[in-house]
């Protein structure tokens, strides 16, 4: 019994200490970002880093508001594309498709969420760049490469739809049985049981699933930095090539051993990517966790 005790005492003492070693490289990350941030911030203000439209490195210039433009488009317009693609599939899957037809499907879309973003990229250098240059793009009368921020949008939202689908299709499956046979049982159609019940019940949810989506969406790299067309300056159209935050770490990776300040600036730009998805993957986890608090999951 003594023997056993110890090695309970053992095996608990291991997991702690393994679940502490996890926290603190969290921690860790953060404070050698922060630390390696430090001296782009003795020398400019942090107004002046988001706000200036210049970003030349080899005259000590990091305006980032080009860059955070591009970001917040290419994501926006992910996630306008995803959102409602991703729902109405998800409750395809989760009220109408037959038993049989769910088990085939679900496998899919979890293969689809580990497939690696350069497989991604590389689908869309293929097809979605020819597609946008020479179709999309002559139908708005316009001339493009390919290579800009309408097609990093749509590969992103390719590569979101699983993650919504996933987390949107648990939701629907949390709702009690009793909200769906009460609504049926006062003569409501599936789809109105769907529209008036299953969808009001599981809003928290699914704003939850669309946040950590968007988590997803915003720190993505390599799919983004291979069609997004790597240009550092305000899009003037959709179709215009521009830059992201987490692509510009990866194309300029190579040339910022050569300036410390250089290093300091991508250093801050990772620092802020960081920060932004820790805090939308916060928001979208305290919401999922009160709609679950209410259904008592």
Known sequence: MNRRKLRDFLGTKL?????VAVSLLFFSIFFLLLFKSLLIFEQHSLTEILFSSSWNPGFNQFGLYPIIVGTILVTGIALIIAVPISILSAVYIAEYAPKKVRKVIRPFIDVLAGVPSVVYGLCALLFLVPFVKDVVAPW???ETTGYCILTASITLAIMV???????CVESFHAIPLSLREASLSVGATKWETVKKVIFRASAPSVISAVFLGFGRAFGETIAVNMVVGGITRTPSTLFSPGQTLASLIVSAYSDMMSSPLYESAL???????????????????????????????
Do not use: D, E, Y
């Open 15 to 19: 997991m702690l200490v393994v679940t």
């Open 267 to 297: 250093m801050m730009v990772a620092l802020i990517l960081f920060i932004v998805v820790l805090l939308f993957n916060i928001f979208g986890i305290f919401v999922l966790r009160r709609a679950n608090k209410r259904w008592n999951v």
């Open 161 to 167: 739809f699983p993650i919504i689908i996933s987390l």
């Open 140 to 142: 708005f009368g316009i």
